[in-house]
């Protein structure tokens, strides 16, 4: 099968993409975990799917400050080594031709004080996470309910990260805004009681984020900062929006006023139905006119048809990218791609 629309180059706000095709942030776990520091391993990973692999790449989730960690091995972008240890990254994605952007994480109630060197984990309210941390498999401790002041100073550290991020050399920065995580929680009436300016009904419980993305923006330019959120609760479909309808409406005036353009709407399954007989891209197309990136297991084929009909603009890949550094050039060769084997390509790294 031919693809020419996900094989295309295009323009996208102030990026020359060579194609279509975007590799999803995946964690790894590789930096070094007492520094938060990168690697030529990490280097050598990403100038791989550089080369002959994605347009445009989202990095795995970057810690904005130590707090924000949920997991061992997470990089960071809060000190000058981990600015200093980021740039032979972007420098080999760029002698590749490829675009890369820096995903900016804070994990919120989903770590332990094991992992943030004592410090205990933050939350819009005082409510506890059900599970067991990442990998580290011991259960979610009581979360500190943070006070305006703490808000404000977190919102920083985002700007922050993302001013360092630009010192780095990324081509810009996505804000993540979904899987549960800190931006998630606020947005969600499951793990925000709050009832000041950051609590209350949806519209306002998403200030929050709306206050992260301007002072990003800031920093790395409106057209160059792309948000990836869920308008599912906590993005477990057993806790969807009760009117998704509503609630896509209220995400995507929100992201309208501002002025972001790249959307970046979180699924695990790209073709699952959420509403009305549409899927969730297809709802923010209703009412998103600027740049959508699909994901949640995408298949070429599916990737071609759905940028053909205009629901998304860029098609991002996971687990095949890992599996296939050469994407692209396989699909453009009409080759097969190789299957995702966990035991192989989860260690890829080490």
């Not at 930096?31 to 790449?57: F, H, M, P, S």
């Not at 009681?193 to 206050?211: I, P, S």
Request: neutral net charge.
């Amino acid at each position: 099968m031919d693809y020419p629309k996900l094989l295309e180059s295009v323009k996208v706000e102030k990026w020359k993409l060579r194609n279509r095709i975007v590799m999803a942030p995946m964690t790894r776990g590789f930096a070094d975990d007492r520094t938060g520091t990168v690697g030529k391993n990490v280097v050598e990973y990403y100038r791989r799917r550089a080369e002959k692999g994605a347009g445009l790449i989202i990095t795995e989730g970057i810690a904005i400050s130590r707090r924000a960690k949920g997991t061992f091995g997470v990089p960071g972008l809060y000190t000058e080594e981990q600015v200093r240890s980021w740039v032979p990254v972007t420098e080999a994605v760029h002698k590749e031709g490829g675009t890369i952007v820096a995903q900016l994480w804070h994990v919120g109630r989903l770590t332990h004080s094991e992992l943030t060197g004592g410090l205990p984990p933050q939350a819009p309210s005082t409510l506890r996470a059900e599970g067991l941390v990442h990998r580290l498999r011991k259960p979610y401790e009581m979360p500190c309910e943070m006070s305006v002041d703490e808000i404000k100073d977190t919102i920083k550290q985002f700007a922050k990260a993302a001013k360092n991020a630009m010192a780095a050399g990324f081509d810009g920065v996505e804000i993540h805004g979904a899987h549960g995580y800190l931006i998630d929680q606020f947005n969600s009436d499951i793990s925000n009681l709050r009832t000041d300016q950051y609590g209350g009904g949806l519209a306002t419980r998403l200030t929050f984020m709306k206050e992260v993305i301007h002072a990003v923006m800031a920093e790395a330019g409106e057209e160059r900062t792309v948000i990836r959120f869920s308008a599912l609760k906590d993005d477990h479909p057993e806790y969807m929006w009760d009117h998704p309808d509503e609630a896509i409406q209220t995400f995507t005036k929100t992201f309208k006023e501002t002025g972001i353009k790249i959307l970046h709407p979180s699924t695990n399954h790209f073709e699952d139905v959420i509403s009305g007989g549409l899927t969730l891209h297809q709802m923010v197309r209703e009412y998103w006119k600027g740049t959508i990136i699909g994901v949640g297991g995408l298949t070429p084929a599916s990737a071609e048809e759905a940028i053909k009909r205009h629901i998304i603009d860029l098609a991002a890949f996971g687990r095949p990218l890992l599996s296939n550094p050469d994407f692209s050039e396989r699909i453009k060769q009409g080759n097969e791609l190789i299957p995702y084997n966990p035991e192989k390509h989860l260690a890829i790294l080490k």
